[in-house]
């Protein structure tokens, strides 16, 4: 409803806007009561000469139309039809080809025909004369194909339009018949100056232009030649095309029909020997020439159809329906309006849609984590509770074991280092237990002073016979002698075993089985008070983001829970320090240019003075 309330306003008010006068015609009266009224004329030799010509012819129709003024216009076809459109014009003077295109658009009247001042007074003056210049190897019309050539306006009956016709005539094709034209529009001398100044090839002036140059001294007509000359007998001027009706003096329907008789009665009473038609170059008026030859002629190069800009012509038609042409482009301006408002209105509902189904999505997958990481906890903390009684257990038969063989055989003997390295490993899976625990119950965990060097040591000990059995190289290269960390070590250990058990998976991969050596390389250094643990290996290398892979429940292996590097992650950020996944060719320092990198950084502080050593290879 409120749209239709809009539309009916806004159709209301333009309608009542389109019946008011425009300003220019409320402006044509002058003080001492009369109308004035401006005629358009074809500016063709520029607008100085084109007033220096009608000026008189003005003064003459001023002096004998009652009531009545007139003034000159010199415009060019564009600037006429504008004009006429809008109302600032009421009469034209033009050829009979600019006649018949603007009376297909706006309601005008033929009132009479100008006789020529040379050619007996004939009435037919209209044409066009294909110039070349003298040396020129262009002899017939045939030959001007794929050459150059300049003009007026393409709209020019005298010039462009009937030069076309002639080439029609004789079977060319008018399309693409030159290989350019150039329009130079008004004056016309430019025109032959071109061809004078080999810019062009070929000049298509208006009939007498030629003839009329040389007249006045601007050019030798024995530098110059027409092509296809058919000059009918008894006129003046040379012509290569069939000659048309003369110019004519016009009248918008807007002027009142008694001045528009009072014109034609004064244009016919001008003489041949008048001033003003000597002033005029014509011999005065005729009455209106039959445009069938005009008409004939636009028919068979479809030059009916308007050439006119588009914006144009939908102001003419706006022009001759104003009230319902004002209607329909406030409709459209409207529908457009509401139009867009709804697209907008759309799109923000879309957003906003998607949005809440994204952040649905991460709620879903958030609780599906929260539940998956509750049943682990619970699972965990069971598995704890029931393997802290067989790691107790353990623990107490290798220290009895020990006793006995220390006892009978000394704490030299094979057995008694085996119960040792027993006790210590059981000591250590019950420390892992307890720190599960203390997890679990969101404990914090305990912060020792350790030594990383012996740390990583202890893990390689750990994993050494999966080192053998998989046939992997171990190489370190532990820059630091002593470098003293203080946070949880076991956590510290079991980042270390973690990523050198994906280092182990990454190496013993099928598509890594024909790899002649497979290797690991632990690099250890303190760079600017931070230690860096860097662990590279030859192995398969990243298949995903570094980011995904510290993700919960994240997990590249088939049966892989996702919870090693994420945990791990955790672990280090506790330190303070980050954990970093790149590809070996990454890294400048890398020793092997495929496989993977992982780099531990942890800020630390050393409590006595770090010094390099040799590597030491294991």
Known sequence: MTLLLILFTSLTVLSTVAAKPTLNEANTLTESG????????????????????????????????????????????????EQLMNGQVQFVVTNPGHYFNMSDDFPISWLATMKSDKHSGNTFAIGATIIVRQDSSLWSIKDLAGHTAVASDPNALG????????????????????????????????????????TADIAITPFCTFEQMVEQGYINA??????????????????????????????????????????????????ETDPISVIGQNRGWAAPISQFQVIKLY?????????????????????????????FIALFIIATIYH????????????????TERQLKNKALQLERLQ????????GAGLAHE????????????????????????????????????????????????????????????????????????????????????????????????LILKGDKVGFCQVVINVLKNAIDALTETS????????????????????????????????????????????????????????????????????DLSTCAADPDSPTPSGCRVLIDIPVHIPQQSYLSDPKYI
């Not at 867009?340 to 949005?355: A, C, G, I, V």
């Not at 210590?424 to 060097?453: P, Y």
């Open 159 to 198: 010039g462009y339009q009937a030069a076309m016709g002639l080439i029609h005539s004789m079977d060319y094709p008018t399309q693409n018949f030159f290989d350019n034209v150039s329009f130079l529009g008004f004056p016309l001398e430019p025109l032959i100056y071109q061809v004078r100044d080999k």
């Open 222 to 271: 024995e530098n110059y030649r027409v092509i296809n000359d058919i000059t009918p007998e008894g006129y003046d001027c040379a012509v290569s095309t069939p000659l048309y009706p003369n110019w004519s003096f016009a009248s918008s329907d807007d002027v009142p029909l008694k001045v528009r008789t009072n014109i034609t009665r004064a244009l016919f009473s001008i003489s």
């Open 387 to 482: 393997l802290n009684q067989p790691i107790a257990a353990i623990t107490q038969y290798s220290e009895g074991g020990m006793i006995e063989q220390a006892k009978h055989y000394g704490e030299d003997s094979v057995q008694y280092q085996l119960l040792s390295k027993i006790l210590r490993q059981s000591n250590r899976a019950g420390e892992i237990v307890h720190r599960i625990r203390t997890l679990l119950q969101r404990k914090d965990t305990q912060s020792t002073d350790f030594d990383v060097c012996e740390q990583i040591t202890l893990c390689l000990e750990l994993l050494a016979h999966e080192f053998v059995s998989h046939k992997i190289e171990i190489k370190t290269k532990l820059h630091c002698s002593e």
């Open 372 to 379: 998956s990481a509750a049943i682990l906890g619970e699972i």
């Open 299 to 327: 028919k068979e190069l479809a030059l009916y159809e308007t050439n006119e800009p588009l914006y144009l012509q939908v102001w003419q038609w706006v022009k001759l329906n104003q009230q319902w042409g004002f209607g």
């Open 512 to 579: 890594c089985t024909q790899l002649n050596s497979k290797q690991i390389l632990i690099d250890l250094r303190e760079v600017n008070g931070h230690l860096q643990l860097k662990v590279y290996d030859n192995g398969i290398g990243l298949t995903c983001a570094n980011e995904d892979f510290k993700t919960t429940f994240f997990s590249t292996k088939e049966n892989g829970l996702g919870l090693g590097l994420a945990i791990c992650n955790d672990v280090i950020m506790q330190f303070g320090g980050y954990i």
């Open 34 to 81: 009369s109308v004035h009224y401006r005629v358009a004329v074809l500016a063709n030799y520029g607008v100085a000469k084109s007033k220096q010509r009608w000026q008189p012819l003005m003064d003459y129709l001023t002096s004998t139309v009652p009531s009545a003024s007139f003034e000159v216009v010199p415009l060019d076809f564009v600037q006429m039809n």
């Open 340 to 355: 867009l408002w709804l697209e907008y209105r759309f799109m923000k509902k879309s957003d906003n849609l998607l949005s």
